[in-house]
């Protein structure tokens, strides 16, 4: 055909009225699984059709993620090299000061960043720390950046405080299916888990909430992940999908690597019953090429983290980020305030 045929076809297309999928609570784990299923170019047509109901296909919303309080954690999870239970793991390190975190929230607005994660190995915060923490927010907000944490377990009162401070998002990741997960976790309940969104989201603050791939589940727990997530009485407005980083040391040091091709079948699966969240690239983007990148922007990824290190793990740099939403063609988000 012709492109001067093709043209007023998709003019015509693109001036109607844009479709926005339902966005449903009641999503099953065979119909998640039949969507990772589908053939890939109607997996990606799919993703891509939600996704531009909510957003700019050509924007990418910049995080940075800083460790404030580095190992020493007293969980178990089989991924995480700050366990204090795992063999070379992570030196604990004290509570970052305040104006060493806002040093390094400056330089990520100068980057472009346009929210600032803060994330400290704990069981839960001691309400000592808490009080550190929320003047990080409140000095964070200032900046006129996003704010967000992940501090483990909250309470009720505890993540009232923190929405005093001005907390925009909380992380906490579901990381993998219900049955799959005291493969992973022994000191931690899934309800546990639950537990904290609901009292973040009572809170008044947003959730960020996703998971792992690549720690020895199979596609039905892909599945249940996603079904779980996607079925929460409000969707996570940011949902962090991320890629197992095999580290020695840890129980998963030896996990079967998983090919890009099923990751990003995984991030269309979360955009297309998630379509009005932030899907983010997390974890293992290291490991991951710019087509693989690429790809994951269109299946609805549509949020990276950037800077050269999440937490205690390697992530691209700056420059290679750059280079690669430039010749994309896409362009960061700007903050909300």
Known sequence: MSDTLIRPAFAAATAQAPWHPELRHDWTRDEVAAIIDLPFPELIFRA????????????????????????????????????????????????????????????????????????????????????????????????????????????????????????????????????????????????????????????????CCGGIVGMGEDENDRAGLIATLASLPQHPESVPINLLVRVAGTPLADAEAVDPITFVRIIAAARITMPASHVRLAAGRELMSDEAHALAFLAGANSIFCGDKLLTTPNPAEHRDRKLLSSLGMQPMTATH
């Not at 550190?132 to 909250?154: N, R």
């Not at 579901?174 to 309940?189: A, G, Q, V, W």
């Open 48 to 207: 891509q059709t939600a996704h531009r109901a909510y957003f700019d296909p050509t924007r990418v919303q910049i995080s940075t993620l800083l460790s404030i309080k580095t190992g020493g954690c007293p969980e178990d999870c089989a991924y995480c090299p700050q366990s204090a239970r795992h063999e070379q793991s992570v030196k604990a390190d004290k509570l970052m000061a305040v104006e060493n975190v806002l040093r390094e929230a400056r330089a990520a607005k100068a980057a472009g960043a346009g929210r600032f994660c803060m994330g400290a190995a704990w069981r839960s915060p001691k309400e000592r720390d808490l009080d550190t923490v929320c003047a990080m927010v409140e000095g964070v907000k200032a900046l006129g950046m996003e704010t967000c944490v992940t501090l483990g377990m909250l309470d009720a009162g505890q993540s009232q405080r923190l929405r005093d401070a001005g907390l925009d998002y909380y992380n906490h990741n579901l990381d993998t299916s219900p049955e799959y997960y005291d493969k992973i976790i022994t000191t931690r309940t899934y309800q546990e888990r639950l537990d904290t969104l609901e009292n973040v989201r009572s809170a008044g603050i947003n959730v």
